[in-house]
């Protein structure tokens, strides 16, 4: 994994246009891919994070014993912990994929002259 930022080397008197960038059709691709990954992965997240202050608030059978004097609220907190860590990797792997799509789109535009 690598976790170096990505830059892509130009020359300085060769300015992006990045109003151009913004209209190409590769770009609003990689935006639509980004909204549709970072939206349902982020509404799960609040989701599951808020369901237990609420259960525990408004409900009693989170306090049913799962195994001996270990209740279901206890399995639910720790399986946060756990769905923080899987969502964090997710993502990381998940980014470091949008960085090459950006890295592709930058490297585009510079290949077509910059400005052009």
């Known amino acids: 994994m690598n976790t170096q930022p990505v830059s892509v080397e130009r020359k300085q008197e060769e300015p992006i246009n990045f109003v151009k960038v913004e209209e190409s059709r590769k770009f609003k691709n990689f935006m ?45 907190a720790i399986s946060q912990f756990i769905m923080t860590w899987v969502l964090s990797t997710i993502y990381v792997k998940k980014a470091n994929r949008f960085d090459e799509m950006a890295e592709e789109i930058v490297k585009e535009q510079l290949d077509k002259g910059g400005n052009h």
């Open 32 to 76: 639509h891919a980004k909204k549709k990954f970072i939206v349902p992965l982020t509404i799960f997240f609040l989701v599951f994070y808020f369901t237990l202050p609420i259960l525990t608030s408004y409900t009693t059978f989170l306090n049913a014993p799962f195994f001996g004097d270990i209740s279901w609220v206890w399995v639910f």
